[in-house]
T-cell receptor
Framework: GESVGLHLPTLSVQEGDNSIINCAYS??????FIWYKQESGKGPQFIID?????DKRQGQRVTVLLNKTVKHLSLQIAATQPGDSAVYFC??????????FGAGTRLFVKA | NAGVTQTPKFQVLKTGQSMTLQCAQD?????MSWYRQDPGMGLRLIHY???????DQGEVPNGYNVSRSTTEDFPLRLLSAAPSQTSVYFC???????????FGPGTRLLVL
């Protein structure tokens, strides 16, 4: 069935290191993918997105990679900072109003 | 712009009580939706609306009603609260030509 999953429920990194958060999806028809950041007590906040006709997209300190062959999505955060500590969700749009969210990965940044 | 706002922030209900969770957006977005978030699970769609007067069911609609009388407001009603409805509820909106959703701060609901 359709699912968006995350390989690791928690990730702990040292401040200044790079973080990589992974996500697997199963619907090959999905054409749009989004990463959200959710801080404690707040709603999800858009970070970066990518369409299925791309394999890489860069933002400020963040990069999303899409590997359609193995249905894998990753979020890379460069020079991770304490303010990056949050839960990160991947999501896929399968068309229309249907967005499937992953369960989330909690990122801890150690000072 | 205030973006997407939700009230209340917290609510405790007894089983069988009813209540309405409020959601409003000031971005003139056509699309609005309600999600619930439970521990260890992704956001699940309850109901959504593609414009004033139009609503439809999402993945987990049972026990919830919605209406969309204006573009700005999209209230979620719990008719008879059950402990299984203990969750964090998020409202989101987006423009009809956008795919990115903007989320409100959430309402934490505890049903005893």
């Amino acid at each position: 069935g359709e699912s968006v999953g995350l390989h690791l429920p928690t990730l702990s990194v040292q401040e200044g290191d790079n973080s990589i958060i992974n996500c697997a999806y199963s619907n090959s028809a999905s054409d749009y993918f989004i990463w959200y950041k959710q801080e404690s007590g707040k709603g999800p906040q858009f970070i970066i997105d990518i369409r299925s006709n791309m394999d890489k997209r860069q933002g400020q300190r963040v990069t999303v990679l899409l590997n359609k062959t193995v249905k894998h999505l990753s979020l890379q955060i460069a020079a991770t900072q304490p303010g990056d500590s949050a839960v990160y969700f991947c999501a896929e749009n399968t068309g229309g109003f249907k967005t499937i969210f992953g369960a989330g990965t909690r990122l801890f940044v150690k000072a | 712009n205030a973006g997407v706002t939700q009230t209340p922030k917290f609510q405790v209900l007894k089983t069988g009580q009813s209540m309405t969770l409020q959601c409003a957006q000031d971005m003139n977005h056509e699309y609005m939706s309600w999600y619930r978030q439970d521990p260890g699970m992704g956001l699940r769609l309850i109901h959504y609306s593609v414009g004033a007067g139009i609503t439809d069911q999402g993945e987990v609609p049972n026990g919830y009603n919605v209406s969309r009388s204006t573009t700005e407001d999209f209230p979620l009603r719990l008719l008879s609260a059950a402990p299984s409805q203990t969750s964090v509820y998020f409202c989101a909106s987006r423009g009809s030509h956008q795919e990115t959703q903007y989320f409100g701060p959430g309402t934490r609901l505890l049903v005893l």
